[in-house]
Antibody
């Protein structure tokens, strides 16, 4: 069974930093692209960014709203995905989900999601 | 960026109703569209990928259709477990984007 478990959320002041982790199990983590998606309270889903697999040299993509402030990385030896968030703003307040990208017939969709971790940016 | 516009934003329906949700893309995305269901306090759950492929384990009352810029998610006979919010998502190009969501409420 695929499991994705996020951790590291909490309350942080504007301008602060936080590092989220996503522990994966039940599949070959190193084979998969992994993404972060967030959801502000009462709002819709917003894609944050992607980390490709080793075969694609761990390259990353980011949403414009977080580019230059957030960094996605992974440690395949620990089956873990990370999101380093710097220069946090109040508008970064959201539940952050990690998601596994499933590839079927050329389709790169989100096959599995974690339960999410809440990040609150407030003074 | 590719914008996805879902309609309606809220839908009131009864058990047994046929329900259709529309997702329009601001430019062609071929068939690179997924649909997700989300219940309050829970993570989204994949229903449909590549516009019309049913994810394993998802009830057959869910179906997807469309291509290029216009897509639909249909629930053939609404069940009590289906009251939730539904999102479309495109993965044709970065940044990946989601529609604004459609909340299906009990009439």
């Amino acid at each position: 069974e695929v499991q994705l478990v996020e951790s590291g959320g909490g309350l942080v002041q504007p301008g602060g930093s936080l590092r989220l982790s996503c522990a994966a199990s039940g599949f070959t983590f190193s084979d998969h692209y992994m993404d972060w998606v967030r959801q502000a309270p009462g709002k819709g889903l917003e894609w944050v960014g992607r980390c490709r697999n080793k075969a694609n040299t761990y390259t990353t993509e980011y949403a414009a709203s977080v580019k230059g402030r957030f960094t996605i990385s992974r440690d395949d030896s620990k089956n873990s995905l990370y999101l380093q968030m710097n220069s946090l703003k109040t508008e970064d307040t959201a539940v952050y989900y990690c998601a596994r990208v499933t590839v079927v017939s050329g389709s790169y969709h989100f096959g599995d999601w974690g339960q999410g971790t809440l990040v609150t940016v407030s003074s | 960026d590719i914008q996805l516009t879902q309609s309606p934003s809220t839908l009131s329906a009864s058990v047994g109703d046929r329900v259709t949700i529309t997702c329009r893309a601001s430019q062609s995305i071929s068939s690179w569209l997924a649909w997700y269901q989300q219940k309050p306090g829970k993570a989204p759950n994949l229903l449909i990928y590549k516009a019309s492929s049913l994810e394993s384990g998802v009830p057959s009352r869910f179906s997807g259709s469309g291509s290029e810029t216009e897509f639909t998610l249909t629930i053939s006979s609404l069940q009590p477990d289906d009251f939730a919010t539904y999102y479309c998502q495109q993965y044709k190009s970065y940044p990946l984007t989601f529609g604004g969501g459609t909340k299906v409420e009990i009439k």
